[in-house]
């Protein structure tokens, strides 16, 4: 058997991260039928094709490329036009899932009917214990993300037909606003469990993550993007700016303080 699932992977430069993506996917307790990768205009997409296409999986795999650098925003959207299957779920090249991530989320929305889920996400799995899974299963109201993203992008499962694309004009908080938008359509489901994992801590890490000023930057640009569009009122507008603004200096100053320890 095989979940009805489409992996949808951005890569740029990710060659030495991509084949542990790839291993964790096939390492799944329920196979999926389709991975597709976006190469989004890498130096150089030799490693990818010499990594990949020497090996045989378990599902179909489909590699994308695109012209130019782009973003995450604009490969995932590539990635999710190009879909066959009726479900979609997020994995970026350097992180993983654990082994009943499919079959636990996949599971849970088929018995549900839901069309769009999460769960919970470790930041780096080299220096986390274990973390313990229950079957608990709450619902995130739209409310939930004045108070900042509780989601992470490789947690989502998504009905493809219902999804609401990234917007490609953001290049960071893409996410944010992609699952405010979506939760504004459907219900989200948060399933109480660890099934995705990354290698790099959450505060002050590599990446599109680097930058604490960007990423504040780019959660109040991704609320005016969303009050312009009149997608959320303005006291929702006002709530999440303002929190936003409290939790930045909080933010720094735990980090901060981290490297001082």
Same mark, same amino acid.
Request: charged share 20%.
């Given at each position: 058997?095989?979940?009805?699932?489409?992996?949808?992977?951005?890569?740029?430069?990710?060659?030495?991260?991509?084949?542990?993506?790839?291993?964790?996917?096939?390492?799944?307790?329920?196979?999926?039928?389709?991975?597709?990768?976006i190469d989004d205009g890498s130096e150089n997409i030799n490693?990818?094709?010499?990594?990949?296409?020497?090996?045989?999986?378990?599902?179909?795999?489909?590699?994308?490329?695109?012209?130019?650098?782009?973003?995450?925003?604009?490969?995932?959207?590539?990635?999710?036009?190009?879909?066959?299957?009726?479900?979609?779920?997020?994995?970026?090249?350097?992180?993983?899932?654990?082994?009943?991530?499919?079959?636990?989320?996949?599971?849970?929305?088929?018995?549900?009917?839901?069309?769009?889920?999460?769960?919970?996400?470790?930041?780096?799995?080299?220096?986390?214990?274990?973390?313990?899974?229950?079957?608990?299963?709450?619902?995130?109201?739209? +409310?939930?993300?004045?108070?900042? !993203?509780?989601?992470? @992008?490789?947690?989502?499962?998504? %009905?493809?037909?219902?999804? &609401?694309? *990234?917007?490609?004009?953001?290049?960071?908080?893409?996410?944010?606003?992609?699952?405010?938008?979506?939760?504004?359509?459907?219900?989200?489901?948060?399933?109480?469990?660890?099934?995705?994992?990354?290698?790099?801590?959450?505060?002050?890490?590599?990446?599109?993550?680097? +930058?604490?000023?960007?990423?504040? !930057?780019?959660?109040? @640009?991704?609320?005016?993007?969303? %009050?312009?569009?009149?997608? &959320?009122? *303005?006291?929702?507008?006002?709530?999440?700016?303002?929190?936003?603004?409290?939790?930045?200096?909080?933010?720094?100053?735990?980090?901060?303080?981290?490297?001082?320890?």
């Amino acid at each position: 058997m095989q979940a009805d699932v489409s992996a949808i992977i951005p890569y740029f430069n990710a060659e030495k991260t991509i084949q542990r993506a790839i291993a964790s996917i096939e390492k799944q307790t329920l196979k999926i039928k389709e991975v597709i990768i976006i190469d989004d205009g890498s130096e150089n997409i030799n490693p990818l094709n010499e990594i990949l296409l020497r090996n045989t999986y378990s599902f179909e795999l489909k590699i994308i490329s695109l012209d130019k650098n782009s973003g995450a925003s604009a490969a995932r959207n590539a990635g999710i036009n190009a879909a066959s299957c009726q479900y979609i779920a997020f994995l970026d090249a350097d992180d993983i899932w654990l082994p009943d991530k499919i079959a636990t989320q996949y599971s849970t929305m088929i018995l549900s009917g839901n069309v769009f889920s999460g769960h919970h996400y470790i930041h780096d799995i080299t220096s986390t214990t274990a973390k313990k899974n229950s079957t608990y299963i709450r619902k995130i109201q739209t +409310s939930r993300f004045i108070f900042g !993203n509780p989601i992470a @992008t490789p947690t989502v499962m998504a %009905k493809k037909d219902q999804f &609401i694309l *990234f917007d490609e004009s953001l290049t960071r908080m893409e996410d944010y606003k992609c699952w405010i938008e979506n939760s504004l359509k459907n219900e989200i489901l948060f399933i109480d469990s660890y099934l995705s994992a990354g290698f790099k801590p959450p505060l002050g890490s590599s990446g599109l993550s680097q +930058s604490m000023q960007l990423m504040h !930057n780019g959660c109040l @640009t991704a609320i005016r993007k969303l %009050k312009m569009e009149n997608k &959320i009122p *303005f006291s929702y507008f006002l709530f999440a700016s303002i929190f936003e603004l409290i939790k930045y200096p909080l933010r720094c100053l735990r980090y901060n303080l981290k490297n001082i320890r």
